[in-house]
């Protein structure tokens, strides 16, 4: 698959942005959609996935759904990340990735076999 990632940008602290990648080329009829981010001097880290088919969810930390929420549109195979309450913390190139694990186990980059190019997401005043 091929997978496209846009909506980063620049936006102050306690702003949002809506974070949406694209999926082409995919064949499969069931698999699991993920963000993960990668924050400058820090490893790739697992943000949150969702299973296409049932929409099941899971986020890591459990407290980031508390300003994060992961979504799809199967009609028009996107994937989305609305982020609000945004923090510093926050700034890292967000990346979307396919993975044909459940959505339930994968959480770690080796699970995924297709990434997206990236997108930056900068929280600063």
């Known amino acids: 698959a091929q997978l496209a990632e846009s909506g980063g940008g620049l936006v102050q602290p306690g702003g949002s942005l809506r974070l949406a990648c694209t999926i082409s080329g995919s064949t499969a009829s069931r698999y699991t959609m993920a963000w993960f981010r990668e924050a400058p001097g820090r490893n790739r880290e697992f943000v949150a996935d969702?299973?296409?088919?049932?929409?099941?969810?899971?986020y890591w930390p459990d407290s980031i759904k508390d300003r994060f929420t992961i979504s799809r549109d199967n009609a028009n195979n996107r994937l989305y990340l609305q982020m609000n309450n945004l923090k510093p913390e926050d700034t890292a190139v967000y990346y979307c990735?396919?993975?044909?694990?459940?959505?339930?186990?994968?959480?770690?980059?080796?699970?995924?076999?297709?990434w997206g190019q990236g997108t930056q997401v900068t929280v600063s005043s």
């Open positions: 990735a396919q993975s044909f694990f459940a959505a339930h186990v994968a959480h770690t980059q080796g699970h995924f076999d297709s």
């Open positions: 969702i299973d296409w088919i049932d929409g099941s969810t899971y």
